[in-house]
Each structure stands twice: as structure tokens, then as C-alpha cells.
């Protein structure tokens, strides 16, 4: 067995991870039954809250104090965010691919700690597979007595529904995704009431990510404070990042946060492919502020040394650019996806960000103006006043602060080749 | 068991009924249900919605509002094959905007745009979740990844040869894709029999259990 | 909110001691700062979208910016909505709003009005920075008949969508898309064809929603508003009537938190028109042969003062005054009592209620008791057809908590919101109230809610072929309910101030009954003696009429031949009399049976007061002067009796309202000028200050027999039907319903027709089938007051036989 939390069964058993046979045989569901006949709810949250484990989504905030926030009626929810559809971003796939017992075991425990009989799993629709996974780990829970009336004659309860998505990454957002799964527009809503108070139907209920769920089940046969033991103190436990664009080895991989980014990039993703340098990456998803060699390879991946200068860890996606790399161009994808993304009810988004991308393409085709960059800059302070980060907003949730990333990024690192672009030069794609 | 629309098939009668089941309120069922519907009108069609209003007790108006904030319910009709170019962030710093110029020439349409025959729609997309195989295209939300532009044109050329009555992402994977996100384990039978997510409770798989 | 507790914040550096609970937004505008705004609207909820609100707080990390729309006060709060970042915001938010926004403000009806205009107009630097192609949808596209969209124009800021859905329950607007293609859009061929829908019009802040009426009428500046109330139904919302060039140009809704709180019925907003309907009566008519002549005032009024003198006064019958003000009901009531010397008053025409439980129920409801109550009980019409804005006011109060009972002869459009709803087959209703009174089986549950208080009742006839006993045997039951008050309903425009005013055979003015000695008493003091004979009912009155017991009738302003339940026996009645003189603004059904017209003013032109169904009293004030030769009623009253040789003193308006006030047991002191300059915005119910309800009716328990037959009919009014505010008012007369007759399949079944076949209803009228689920076995749906139903009487059974194409 390797020293890996989440990953180690597909790891050792490629062929059938996600199988209930691989599963039980792996020591699976053994945490659930524990969980059930062993320990109250109140002892669960315990070893959640002592474990540091901060949510996996993008926010980072802690589990166990999340699910302290819970409000006592009933019925409350349990709605796992798998929404997954920050650019760049790609383990809750895996994860729902290859191990869906392991979250469904986290659900179940989690259920009967939130003393709730209703959950929900929503899967980006775009994730066919995956959610044809789930659902059939779901179909081999219930046949095995894991869902359903009275698990294994404990009293518990539980249903699990799997909802797919419509393409609209703003579901991810917590609040928006509630409004999905009501059968609504994926609007995020006004906070507070916050979803631990009023969720799903006006209901208390809690959204996690499928990454922190996946967690639970190896906290309960591990303790809290094994969990909290690995890596460093606020950035506890093993993380999935993502790695992806001009990388050698892209791909998934769990790893104990604490290392640099050099570690990360050239030891794990294996380098910038044929030869060519390092000239920007993204260290937390779309949404985050970019680093760059020369100031932050040797900036620890810790959740807060990233804060600290002036980004975020966000959902772990790691996008890599080399050399070749035109910054307005890929600038312009950023910025794009979050105007097509934007659900449009806040003016500052919905106006702001296909403002900023229109501009950036007019750049792109070669028509920019000197004075683009301070309107870019001001459209940009416009929907995010003072452009710092973490961000100020004038609007209900983050994605339209998250529009002004590339932007501040590309002026702050990239000046001159802004510059240079909009005096008139050849556009080279990438 | 909840009252459903006699004119579709059986087996999305009892899909449908089985899905209005499984929420504590019916209107939760509305994005499942234009899945349903999708299939037995070909797409998101205004019969559909109302089909979808009247099963869960909203006006049609509403359906539309709903189905019209998601990219995936299909309102002007759709190919057999939905073609779908990721041209995200990822994809695009590998040589995605070359993999849509191939798909377009092969297919001889455009983004948005659906062929003659009604065989083909392309679309390109933002970020699929496939960023570590980038680029990455889905038909019918089946993934290939690890494309480069000539083996787009072949993964076109063979829809149109052979056009599977079920499209496979493991055998698109194997004939024409590269590099993948993770390592995909074993492969399946399953996959999309039209430009609907392929998932069991909504109907769309090839082999369902 | 009804502990008011306050809090101190502090705004811009001054502090204020203000109400809790409310958002910041207000609290700020309650104090002088008016914190610009799109989304937000106060009787809507807030959704903090347009971000146009945003003000400084400081928090626990420093100073950030807030929509202050969202916020809600608390004790401690600093608050900055001047700061150069608050100016920098919203100066950014708005010129996000102006970039794909149409200069087109020159042509646009909302240019002279419009806060998009208004906050740019400080704001020069935005527009050249936008060298982008604006966003362009297609020209305007209806939503619905009236209204008309400009989607370019909108600023999506969800207040059109809100009142469709929230406050009317017509969720037929909506957003499409999302992102910078977001839209407000119907459904493909199915129009927001709400009762509401003139609403969003007068919410949306930019020229994007704009009805059809109005467009291109007039500018904003050149507009003279008047303040009134509608009277199309006995609600009364307050207006404001617009006026240009000596028209009346639009109609907008005032914010009286009593009564509508800002809303209108489309009936409310669109049925002006009719004031300047061609086929207005302008000049007096007098009968030769089978046509009418024009003829002067003196000449008209001779011949009726003639007419009218020559009979005894118990052989003088007046029929109507529902749609007259209070003054005018005061002076028609007075000239049939002094000077005619007759009681055969009646403002209702059999299809009303008991007069005392209309006029004087105790423990009478206001609307705003609604708002408190715990339990509604509906038994009478159906709101959301006959009294729209209370059909808004009881959707409010389930939203707000409130639980819902209805029952009805058939689906209503409260239904949706109805904790419970009980259907029965027409003409069984005192058998329902037996059962749901004992909460027998079915009814235990509602039985059950009607227990928890406080209830408030609304109770009146669902259908005119309902016999309104059936009313009094409700209202007697929901006086029982703990806490219980009761909102009598009627559905005729000021039928409750013309009753108040005496005109029912039972009452005189001030709630006073006609069998109170005392009463009686104390007006012959002042009117000198009172007619000593019984008077009759309408009922009576036509019947009388038939028999040549009574020979002349004064219609005022009433069409019995379309509104009596029996219209053959009003057509007969009218054809009987010997003298008829109609006041009227129209040539009717009735009418046109007169020997004389005489063309009055209407609402629009007419000044005075009038007293909607929870007694409340409010001015009603002219915009515009009366066409032609028409005069107001009162005028023209005065004048008659003058010539029948008693003066009336009633050509002074200001001394008809004192007189009122110092006669009317129940209308002490409330004279014009105290509405006008004492009574606040809301008007005053009477019984006012300490005064004593004189009358205070308290409803017994009556029997009600249970109508059997094959067919129980119930007539169902609609809110456009064939009346003379629809029929004659360009923007809603479409909308006129199909004459279509409803019932259960399984009668239908029985019958062996199917939908969109014909039927002969009770051997006369051709009427066309539909099906509904939700009519009870045995019951036959059919349409009021439509074109195709003319002459068909409101029979409580009636027959229906199929009409085989070849027979
Ligand atoms: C625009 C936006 C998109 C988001 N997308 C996701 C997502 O795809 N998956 C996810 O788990 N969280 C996403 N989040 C974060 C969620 O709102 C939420 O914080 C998270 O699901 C909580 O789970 P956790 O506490 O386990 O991290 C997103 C947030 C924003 C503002
Ligand atoms: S910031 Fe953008 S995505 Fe977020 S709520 Fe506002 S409009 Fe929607
Ligand atoms: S008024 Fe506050 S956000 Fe619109």
C-alpha cells in the first residue's frame, strides 16, 4: 500500500477500483461501519474538526467548522459539490471515476454525523462517466445494505440522488448549485442566509466538495489527528493538484503540501516539455492570480504561503505556460470563459466581463489602443475595486472578481509585451 | 408513482416517474427531465418544455428560463453527433483552436451550427475537466483525449463511415486519442445513443444495466 | 416587523436613530440619503442584482462595499455613501449599464423619467470609452396585448419578473439565457397575459417595458396628475391619473399601504378609455317612437319633473347609484326619500348580498387584517376575477405566512397558495357548511386551521345563481372562529358607499336601519317626514313593475337587463313601466327601454368620496371636465327637484359633504374636507373616531335549502367581461373571454361530447364545451356578462342538451 489517502486503490488496482468487490477487499466500508456502531455524531464532527482538513472546493475552509454551523431543524441535506468546471481543474473526476465507494462511504458517515437522510451528489453534466460510475456504486451500496432504510440494522437511514448538471460552471458555486438542484437557474444567492441555515429547500444543509468527502472515510479509521499530522499545520493532509498546460507529465497527482513550486512543477510534472522555459503558471485555477518564476518558484505550496503572495491554492489545478506563450492571448481565453460563465445577474459581471473580453480581442486582432490598458485596468476596478487579492467585489459571488486574475496578472508581469502587442505586432497563437 | 407524459416510451415513462421520486420537491427534477424530454423530441424543443412544465407544476416560461441558462439543453435542434472542441485555457495552450479548424473542415460546419444532413454539430466548448489529456473534444459528452488536428479529421472521417448507433469513449480513446488525465482503468459498454449525457437514470446509455 | 425596535447608525458621520428591520436603502431614504438604486423596490424582496446600491461599511476588516438594498440596519452600523470609493462604484456600475444601452432617449416614453437618464446625466465620461458594438435584439416584442418590450433598454434589474411571479403569481415573464445574453422573455406563443401586467410597466425604471396604450402619447413633463381612487371594483386603489391635452393618458398606481400598496389590476390601469368613449352619451335624449331625440337640458328635465310628479311616491321606483360617488348616493337617496317620497331604493340588483351584512358586519375586517391573520377563510368570488388588488393582498398574506382556506364551487386562482381548497358542486353549499363547520371527515383538516386565529373571513356569493343566504348562513359560521373578522363582498364599484348612503330599501344614510326608531327620528328632524310604506328590493321593484304596481323607475346608472339575475324579468319590467328615466353615460341594455337619458359625469370627472368594502372612505377627484353637455349628478338631481318644486340644496358639493356628515350616524365628520386635509393619504373607515357603528349587524344562522338537478349551474364572472369599463376601453376589450361553457369529462362523458362541441344551455343560448378537471360532477361553468350570454338567466339548474350536427 502506498502512504496515499485518496488515491491508492487506483493506484494498486487499476482494472477495478471503482468496483464494491475492489473496494470491501481494499478495506472499504470498514470506516462506515465503525462510524455507524461505534461513534455518535458528535464524535465524528470531533475527529472532522480535528483533523484541519480545509474543504477542498476552492475556498478552503475548514470542514468541522462548517459542519458546527449546521442549524438544528430538520430535515437538513448533504449536497456534494461535483461540479468540477474550473478551467484547469480535473481530480474530482478521477475521484468520482475511479473511487466513487470511497465518497459514497464519506457521504454515508458524513450523513449520520449531520443526522441527515437525504443526500445529494451533483456531477457536472459534461461528466457522463463519472456519474455513470457513481450511480452504479450507488445501485451496489443500497444492494449491499449501505443505503437505504436501517443500514445494516443500525436505525440510520439514508438515500443518495445523483443530479447531473446542465453546463454551467457558476453551479459550482455553492449557492448557485442549490438553485440547480431546486430545478432553477443557477444563480448564486444572496448570503447570508448562508447554506447551513438555509440550503437546499430552505433547509439546512451542508455543500462540500468531493475531494473533502472523499476524506472522511480515512479519518474515521485513522483519527482526526493522524489526518491533521500529515503535512504542515494549516495546510494539513494530503491535496489533489491537477497539472496541466506545458508540462512534461500532466495529470493528477495526491501529494503532502509544504514542498516549492520548483518541487512541484519540475520534480513531479517533470518540466517544461522540449527544452522550452518557464514563463508563467497559475497556481489555484482560472480564477487565481498567476505566479512567476522569477519571483515564486521557490514559494512554498502551503494554502497559505500561496495567499501570502498574492494568490490562491483554490481548487489545485496548476496551469503552466512556457515561453512560447502569447500572456494576452491566453489572457483573452481566461477572461472569455468567465464572461460565457458569468449567470449575469450582477452589472459589474455581466457587463464588466464580456466588456474586458471584447477588448482583449480587439487586441488580439490587432486593433488595440494605447489607452486599452488603463481601460482594461479600469474595467477591471470597476468589478473588483482596488484589484487587490484576496479581491474587493461589488458583485454577489466571486466569478466576476475572478475575471480581473488575468488581467492584473498580465499587466503586473507582462507589461511590455502588452505593450508591444497593442503598437501593432503579429498576433502568434501561443 | 408520479403521473408522467403517455406519449413517451416506456422505458423514459418509468425513467421519468422514477426521477420525480427521488427529490423531496418536483421542480428539482426539471434539468433531469429535459434530458428525458431532449431524447424523445431530438432536443430541448417548446413541446418538450411544456412536456417538462407540466410534469413538475411550473409554467412553461420557467422550463425555459431553466433550460436556457444551461449550455447542454439543446434549443434549436442538434446532429447526431455533437462534436464538442474544448477550447479552454488548458486545451488551448496545447493546440486546441487547430483541433476546431480540423473538426469544422471535416465536418464543414461551424461553431453552433448543425450539418444538412442533421448528422453533425459542432460546438466548441469551455473547460471539459480533461485539461491534464488537453486537448480534448466530446461527442455526445463522450471523451476523447489527447487529440492532435489529424486525428480529429479520423475521428470525424470514422463517425461518418461507421456512424456508431452507440458512441464509446474507451473506443475513441483507443482509436484516436493520446495522452490522458489519469490512467482510465478497464473499459465499459456504455456509452451515448444521442447528444444527451449518457447516464442510466436519464436514458441515453448504450448498455444499460 | 411589529415590534418596532430602533437602532443608532451612523451616516456619513451624523448618527440616526432609526427602525430595525429595515435594509439600510430605506433607512438611508427615510432620512434624506437617497441611495440610487435599479433593482431594489420595497414591495418587492430585495435580490441585490443591479449593485447600483453600494455603500461603505465598516466591518471587522476595514470598510467594504455593500448593496445596501441587501443589508438590514443594526445597532452600530457605519455607514458611508458619499466616499469617493461609493461615488467610483457607482459611477463604474452605471457605466457598465449605459455601455449596451440605446441612446434613444429622445423617442423612448421613459425619457424625462427615467433614473437610468437621471443618474447619467452627471456622468458625461462613460460613453466614448466604449468603442465596442452595442448588444441589439429585435425592435420591441409584445409580452403581452398591452405591454411591449424593448429588451435593449432593459437593465435587467428582475423587478418585471418579480411582480409577474411573487406578487401576482403569473410566472409567465421571465430571464433567458445567461451571462450578457440574458433577457426578460415569454414563453414562445404564450403572452404574460397576467391581470397584473400593467404593473411592470409602471415598475420598470427604464423605457424597456411600455404599454401599448401609452406609447408615444405624451412626454413626462407635460403630464398633469390628479390623485383618485380606481372604482372598477370595490377595492378602490388609490391612482394617480395622468393627464395630457385634456385627456386622460395613463394611469398609475399609488402606493397606499391600506389598500394596494402601489398595484393595479389591468382593469384599474387600462379601462380609462371609457371616459373617452364615441359612444358617450353628451346630450340629453328623449324618446320619440322607437328612437331618441336630442334635446336641452331644460327640456329633458321638464319632462321628467312632469312625469315624475305625477305619481304617488310609493309608485316611483329608483334602481342603481352603485357607480356614483357617496355625495351622489347621498342626494339621489334624499330625492327619493324627500321629494319623490318613495323607500323602492336599491344600489344592488339581486346579485348582491343582504344589505346590512354588506353595509355593517361586526367585527368588520380591514384589508390589512390579512396581514395578521393567521387563518383566511374565501367563500365568495373568485378573487383573482372580480376583486384583483385583494387577490394580491391575500397572496401577500400567505407569503407572509398565513393559511389559506377556499371554498368554491370550482378551481379559483387563489388555489396555488391554498393550504386547503374545498370544491363543491354548485347549489350544495349549505351542506359543505354544515360538514366543513362540524369538520367532518374530509373537512377535519381546514376545520382545524379555521380553529387557530386570528381568522380573517372574506365571505360573499361565488356566483350569482348562488342564493345569497348562503352568505349570511357563512358569515354567521366564521363570526364563531377565534378572533374572527369578516369582509363582506361585493363586486360593484361603490356599492358599499351607495349602500352606506341609503340606497336599500332597509337602510338610510349612516348605517341606519329603516327599523331603528331612533334612526328614523333623527333624519326626519332634518329630511322632514319619510316615506311610510315598505320599500322594495330590485327584485321587488321589477316585479312590481310587471304587475303595474309600480309605473315609473329611475335607473341611475344601472343596466338591469344585463346585471339582474332574470333578465327576461327585467326586460318585461322595464317594457311595463309607464315612465322610465335612465342617468346614465352610455345608451344600455337598460337604458335604451328610458323615456329619458340624461347624460352624467363619470369617474374621471367626478369629485367626491367614496367607500370601498371595509368601509374605508377616500376622495375620488376629477382630472378633467365633463364632454359635451353631460353633468354631474348631483347638479342634475338639484335641478330636478328644484323644478318639482323643493330645493335640495344640492348643485354645492362642499355643502352636500357637510350634510352628509352631520345626517350619517356612521359618516360624523367625515366630510371632503376632512379627506383632504385631515384624514391621512390612506382615507378613514367609518365608523370614524368614536363614532358607534349605528347599525352593527351581527349575521344568524339561516337555512339554506340544497338545489338539486341534473346541472347545478354556477356563473362565473371574469374580470373582462361585457361591461361598459371593458367593452368600451381599446386596450382590454380584446381581451374579452371566449363565451365557453365548463364541465367536468365525466359529465361531458356522460353527455357523449367532446371538447369544442355545442351546447343548448336552458334551451336558449348556444354555448361552446371545455373541460375542467376541477368543476364537480354535475355543475355547468358559464360565463357572466359576455356578449353570448345576454338574456340567459342565472338559474341555479339549468338545462343542457347536446346540439347534434345534424339536428
Ligand atoms: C465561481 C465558483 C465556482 C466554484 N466551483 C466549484 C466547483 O466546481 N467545485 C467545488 O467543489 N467548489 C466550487 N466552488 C466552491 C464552492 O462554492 C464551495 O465553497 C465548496 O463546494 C465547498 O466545499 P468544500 O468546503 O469542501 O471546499 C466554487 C466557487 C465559486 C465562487
Ligand atoms: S458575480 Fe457574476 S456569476 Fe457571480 S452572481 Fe454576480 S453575475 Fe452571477
Ligand atoms: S438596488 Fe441594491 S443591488 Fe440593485
Redesign the pocket.
Known sequence: MTDLILTSRMVDHPADSHTIARYVDTGGYKALTKALSEMTPETIIEEVKASNMR???????P?GV?WGFLAATEPRYLVV?G????PG?FK?RQLLERDPHQLIEGVIISSYALNVHHAFIYIRGEYPKPARRVQRAIYEAYEAGYLGENIHGTGFSLDITVHLGGGA??C???TALLNSLEGRRGEPRLKPPFPAVEGLYAKPTI????E?ISNIPWMINNSGIAYAAIGPERSAGTRMFSLSGHVERPGNYEVVMGMTWRDLIYDIGGGIPDGRELKAWIPGGA?APWFVPEEHLETLVTIDDIAQAGSMAG?GAVIVMDDTTNVVAAAHRLVRFFAHESCGQCTPCREGTSWLENVLRRILDGKGRPEDIDLLLEISNGISPGLAWPPAMTTI???GP?AVSPITSITRWFMPEVEAMIGGSEVSNV | MNQVISQWSHANQERAGKILDAYPEKRSAIMPLLYIASLEHDFASPDAMREVAELTGVTPAQVLSVASFYTMFKRDGVGKYLVSVCTSISCFLQGADEVLEAVEEATGIHHGETSEDGRFSVEHVECIGACGGAPAVQVNYELVEGLTPDKARQLIEWLTDSQPEVVLTDEMQQLFGGQRSFDWGSSEPEGAIAPVPAFGPYGSVGEDR | MSDIAQVTITINGVDHTVDAGQYLISAAEGIGEYIPRFCYHDKLESVGKCRMCLVEVEGPRGKALVPSCTMVVSDGMVVDTESAVVKKAQEGILEFLLINHPLDCPVCDKGGECPLQDQAYGFGAGESRFVEEKRTYLKPIPVSSVVLLDRERCVLCDRCVRVADDIAGDALLTFTERGNAVQIQTFPNEPCSSYFSGNTVQLCPVGALTSVDYRFKARPWDLEHTTSVSVTDPVHSTVDVQTSRGKIVRVYGVENDAVNEGWLSDKDRFSFSTVHSDTRITTPLIRKGDRFEEASWNRALEVVASRLGGYQGAEVAMIGGANNTNEEAFVLSKFMRTVVGSAHIDAQLGDGIEAHLAAAITPRATINDLDTASTILLWGPDLKESLPVLYLRVRKAVRNGAHLVVVHPIGTGLDDVAAHTVTYRAGTGSDVLRKLSAGDGEYAAARELLGSGPVVALVGRTSIAEDPKLTEAVAAFARDLPDATILPLLERSNVFGALDMGLSPTLLPGRVSTGSDAGVAALEQAWGPLPEHVGHGTEGVLGALKAEDISALVLAGADPVRDFPDPRLAAEALEAAEFVVALDAFVTDSSIHADVILPVAVWGEVDGTVTNLEGRVQRVRPSLAPPGQVRPTHDVIDDLANRMGVALGASNLAMISKELADVSPAYAGVTMDFLTFEAGPEGVVVPHGDGVQPLGYIPVEVSVPVVTGEFTAHFAASLYDDGVWVRNADTIAGLVRDPVVRLHPSDAARLAIAEGDSVLVSGTHELIVAFDEQVSRGTIVVPHNLEATKGLAAESVVTVDVMRGDS
Open positions: 474543504g477542498r472546493g476552492g475556498a478552503g475552509f470542514t462548517k459539490n461540479d468540477e468546471s474550473e481543474t474530482d460552471y457558476i459550482g458555486e455553492e455543500v462540500n466538495n468531493v473533502s480564477s481548487s459571488c466571486p466569478l475572478s
